[in-house]
């Protein structure tokens, strides 16, 4: 049997009455402060699995009820949900990977009444250019977004958009679901318009601070954990150097992928470990939870990737959670987790059997301690 997370219950109560000042939003709701505080405990007994776009549709199927991925290998959801938001800045009807914002909305609320945990992306749109996050065309996009530039009303209104949709998030009670906000991920790399090459580090700070200024003040939304997750890095300075402060950040979080099949595994495990050492000395340092945010090998190459290269990798640390990328079904060989008839099914299944991996039904009282 897995560990049981009952334990949470009763260790919230003491971690939520000792540290309630050091969210981003003072005034979060219970059981987004229950949350918050959930993961640093989860993180020291176990890490939770997630998944992205987990049960919108995978490797042949969409919209399916209660179908995932997941769930169909390893007999059980997983405990973090990843959706991603972009196109609702534009009003449109569907994300960028088609998922409409109706059904996302059923899915994070299905998620949320089974006790499952959701964390939301954002690859906006250039502003700028009219081109995706990927069109690095624009020059400092950044920049014109912040007050006193020429796109600072387009860009209020789009995060307005982000906002709406966000306060729509709630059981059928009116409860708001507690959110994992993850916006301008990835910054320190190049490829998306938010990136390194294209902004100060100060441009970026602030371009941080009035998003959450505006979702939180402005819009007094308060179900948002704020996640800030960098690409690999090498070391404490490349982390923080445009980490907007301890007071704009709720979690530390991490992307990193493994590229180039078998070729690339001691790669991907030294950074892995080295940029883990890192988030791991400065979640310490700060006194802050975090977690692998995006991971994963694009079609699962190596059929024992799970147990051999991801586990032995993130074993000597403790991220509350670890989410593998979409099972895309109609980009060929896009996809992060196993579906039934894979080659790694067996495997993955040996890695989510492990007492410290948690699935969706190890979870227990996370929002709802008093
Ligand atoms: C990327 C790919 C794209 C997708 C984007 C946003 O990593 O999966 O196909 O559009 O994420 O979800």
């Not at 920049?143 to 796109?151: I, M």
């Not at 729509?168 to 090459?197: C, K, S, V």
């Amino acid at each position: 049997m897995r560990i049981i997370i009952l334990l949470v219950s009763c260790l919230a109560i003491t971690a939520c009455s000792k540290a309630h000042s050091k969210m981003t939003d003072p005034n979060a709701t219970s059981q987004t402060r229950n949350l918050y505080y959930a993961l640093r405990i989860i993180s020291k007994q176990g890490v939770m699995l997630g998944h992205q776009d987990d049960t919108a549709y995978g490797i042949g199927w969409w919209g399916e009820p209660d179908r995932s991925d997941v769930k169909d290998v390893a007999g059980d959801y997983p405990a973090v949900y990843g959706w991603e938001l972009g196109g609702v800045e534009k009003s449109d009807l569907s994300n960028l990977d088609s998922v409409t914002f109706i059904q996302m909305r059923y899915l994070i609320e299905q998620a949320y009444q089974r006790g499952g945990i959701n964390t939301i992306s954002w690859h906006t749109n250039n502003i700028s250019t009219g081109g995706n996050a990927w069109d690095v065309s624009g020059g400092n996009v950044v920049q014109t977004l912040l007050a006193g530039g020429k796109n600072h009303q387009e860009f209020v209104t789009r995060l307005n958009r982000v906002g709406e949709f966000l306060r729509t998030l709630t059981t059928a009670d009116g409860e708001a679901i507690p959110i994992l906000f993850r916006p301008f991920h990835e910054h320190t790399g190049n490829w998306f318009w938010w990136g390194r090459d294209f902004c100060t580090p100060e441009q970026y700070k602030t371009l941080w601070q009035q998003t959450v200024v505006y979702l939180r003040d402005t819009m007094g939304l308060h179900n948002l954990i704020y996640v800030y997750s960098p690409d690999r890095v090498a070391n404490v300075d490349e982390y923080t150097e445009r980490y907007p402060g301890n007071e704009w950040v709720d979690v530390l979080g991490l992307d990193l992928y493994h590229f180039n099949g078998a070729d690339g595994t001691e790669y991907y495990k030294e950074c892995t470990m080295r940029s883990l050492q890192v988030v791991d000395s400065l979640a310490q340092i700060n006194d802050k939870p975090y977690a692998f945010t995006e991971t994963g090998l694009e079609g699962i190459t190596i059929p024992n990737w799970f147990t051999e290269v991801l586990y032995p990798a993130i074993r000597p640390y403790n991220p509350a959670y670890v989410l593998l990328w979409r099972n895309s079904i109609n980009i060929p060989g896009h996809f992060y987790a196993p579906f039934p008839g894979h080659d790694s099914c067996e495997d993955f299944k040996k890695f989510t059997i492990q007492e410290e991996v948690l699935l969706n039904g190890d979870l227990f009282q996370v929002y709802n301690v008093q």
